[in-house]
């Protein structure tokens, strides 16, 4: 009988111990462990909360026509017809008159052929045209496409004499866009 009761209350102890005692510190250990990544969600919230606050300021910063003119210099699409008309006003201000034959080919861009998903950011495109004037009126014509709001390449030209100091100058040139 003496042994008897020391067995007994061992067992209890550990009926208790493992049937309340352990459920209780696994639930208070799963508890915890949800607590710490709340605490580190807080923590990453409040961390992107202060780089969203800089990121406000330093757009802030920025003018509203600033903006606008980083927009026209890599637009969000490809506006085929506003860049004729951009070029065409470039090429009149210069004296060459209105630019002829204007061909557009969407997707060179210079690269070798993507296979699979192409996960370029921008997208380019090429336009082949022609405009006729002096040597002096097409090196203000370039100069103006060198400083033109849009990123404008010159791929491709060409030329041909025609009348009197005039020539006919072939272009390619390649603008991107933002896809």
Known sequence: MKIF???????????????????????????????????????????????????????????????????????????????IIEINNVSKKNGMGDIKSPQINQGASGKSAVKGVDSSKYGALSMSFNVTGTYDQFLSFIQDLETYVRLVDIIGLSFTATKEGRYSYNLTIQTYWLK
């Not at 209780?24 to 961390?47: F, G, M, P, S, W």
């Not at 600033?66 to 506003?82: F, Q, R, T, Y």
């Open 5 to 83: 009761v020391p067995i007994l209350l061992l067992g209890a102890a550990a009926g208790i111990f493992f049937g309340y005692t352990d459920g209780n510190y696994r639930a208070t250990l799963a508890k915890k462990e949800k607590a710490d990544q709340i605490q580190q969600a807080e923590k990453n919230a409040y961390a992107l909360n202060e780089q969203r606050q800089k990121l406000t300021e330093m757009r802030n910063k920025i003018s509203d026509f600033d903006v606008n003119k980083i927009a026209k210099m890599l637009p969000d699409s490809v506006e085929n017809v506003g860049l």
